[in-house]
């Protein structure tokens, strides 16, 4: 029988979406990929971007933590995002994050 580690975060939590299955920063209405995306556009490092959402500097390295774990969940709900985004007719101006980070 195959032994799962399961990881439990601190900072970081699930909750109910109907399409979303990242995990979101818990107190804020943020996802992981939201938070990591305004870092790599901003060029801020992990305590730049806790500074400035008045965060533990670890729920930025958790945030981290799980994106190096679930990167292809993380950037196919961003395609997601992008798809519904497009269908509506909205502008699309985050190319550059996902490519360049």
């Known amino acids: 029988m195959a032994e799962t580690t399961e990881v439990t975060y601190r900072y970081l939590e699930p909750r109910p979406h109907s399409w979303r299955k990242q995990l979101w920063i818990k107190g804020r209405n943020m996802t ?5 995306c305004w870092m790599w556009a901003n060029k801020m490092t992990p ?3 806790a500074q400035g959402f008045n965060l533990p500097v670890d729920a930025v390295y958790e945030a981290l933590d799980y994106y190096a774990k679930h990167r292809e969940l993380l950037e196919s709900e961003a395609e997601e995002e992008e798809r519904r985004l497009r269908d509506k007719g909205l502008p ?7 490519l360049n980070h």
């Open 92 to 98: 699309i101006a985050n190319e550059f994050i996902v």
């Open 32 to 36: 992981v990929w939201q938070l990591l």
């Open 47 to 49: 305590e730049e971007v």
